[in-house]
């Protein structure tokens, strides 16, 4: 890992990459430790250093030099390529200078591999891909590739044995190549109802679904995607259900009180373990309205209706404005949504901390620390990352 030591400006050794170090942005830490548990390498242009996807800073950090070899010692549990202008092209460079068996070595504890908003070529992708022999999770948002691409990508997910899968737009041929056991719906531009619909397979080993973000055609598209569950989904165990897809914040209306019978048909129908409905709540009557849902499910018949209120991160304790309402049977299952959503303050998790709801071995895939690669030329590096740093 990257220590202290890596920071001096020592000689490499033989066979090394180059005798001049270059510079990644580091998240900050107490100390720089040899074993760091779990670490999310980012991939992504350094006028973007220590931002997530939608231009905000969300990490305290500092540009690092480092050398190579400091670089491969990482071995990161997260690989994330984010952002157009993407540099992933010149870390693929790199790899194609060392042996095979180092490249592995790299990439030896990767588990999820991450895209968003990127424009990178299918075949750098691909190169990743076929150094690893496992990978647990896929996603990806806002990534175009073509049909061609997306067939190429489904053999070595296949081949990986993919377990989980964040979908942002139509790839159902790709999931229905895959055993893959939770699918999560969100990003963008997101999957239209009617897709899935339309779509002829059954996903027989998906056993939770995360609905969060659809690309919205009718108003109706929350009963019609409840309405298609049962078939698309027959041996699913555990539902979350971002109540946006209804109405982006929560209200009691004759459209809530429909989807709201549906989901507890829905759970009695499928012998659900666990439902979870996750609801924007920033004022009294979105909050009166969510404590309506919650009725709603116990007066149902559903079991251990209880419903949770948080502040999203930025927020003071004290001012809640999300709610989840959680029921099942499923313990475990339950106290996961719990600490995932309540105690992690998030309303839309991403699949480093939803791969723990894969069974009861699997933990949340957070990290230790956070580093960002964004290219070789430490000058060009710096000038990009300085120039945008607010002075």
Not at 51 to 80: A, F, H, K, Y
Not at 82 to 99: A, V, W, Y
Not at 146 to 175: Q, Y
Request: proline residues 4%; glycine residues 4%; contains cysteine.
């Amino acid at each position: 890992m990257i220590t202290e030591s890596d920071r001096r400006d020592e000689e490499l050794e033989p066979n090394s990459f180059s005798s001049e170090p270059i510079v990644v942005w580091m998240q900050r830490s107490g100390s720089y430790v040899e074993n760091i548990r779990n670490v999310v390498l980012r991939v992504k242009h350094p006028s973007k250093f220590g931002q997530n996807v939608q231009g905000i800073s969300n990490e305290s950090g500092e540009l690092v030099d480092v050398r190579w070899e400091s670089v491969m010692n990482l071995r990161p549990t997260v690989l994330e390529l984010t952002d157009s202008r993407n540099p992933l092209p010149q870390l693929i460079g790199m790899l194609k200078r060392i042996s095979e068996s180092q490249v592995k070595e790299f990439l030896s504890r990767l588990k999820l591999l991450s895209l968003d908003t990127t424009d990178i070529d299918v075949h750098d992708l691909l190169f990743i891909l076929q150094k690893l022999e496992l990978l647990a999770a896929f996603s990806f948002s806002d990534t175009r590739f073509t049909k061609k691409g997306w067939t190429l990508l489904s053999s070595e997910l296949a081949r990986l044995s993919v377990r989980a899968v964040d979908m942002s737009n139509d790839i159902l041929d790709v999931l229905d190549k895959l055993n893959v056991e939770l699918v999560k719906l969100s990003g963008a531009p997101g999957i239209k109802v009617e897709a899935i619909k339309k779509c002829n397979a059954s996903f027989i080993t998906v056993r939770t679904l995360v609905a969060q973000e659809l690309d919205y055609s009718y108003d109706g598209d929350a009963q019609h995607l409840i309405a298609c569950i049962e078939t698309r989904f027959p041996r699913l165990k555990t539902l979350i259900w971002d109540w946006s897809i209804v109405d982006p914040a929560v209200s009691f209306d004759n459209e809530s009180k429909t989807v709201i019978a549906l989901l507890a048909q829905l759970y009695k129908r499928m012998k659900l373990e666990s439902l979870a409905i996750i609801s924007y709540t920033p004022c009294n009557d979105t909050k009166y309205a969510s404590g309506e849902l919650a009725r709603s499910l116990l007066e149902a018949g559903l079991p251990l209706v209880q419903l949770f209120r948080f502040a999203s991160k930025g927020l003071s304790q004290g001012q809640d404005n999300f709610t989840v309402i959680i029921a099942g049977s499923n313990h475990q299952t339950r106290d996961k949504i719990h600490s995932i959503y309540v105690e992690g303050r998030t309303s839309a998790p991403d699949l480093r901390y939803l791969m723990q709801l894969l069974d009861d071995i699997t933990p949340p895939f957070t990290s230790a620390t956070v580093v960002e690669f964004g290219g070789i030329d430490r000058d060009n590096v710096r000038s990009a990352y300085e120039t945008r740093k607010p002075q």
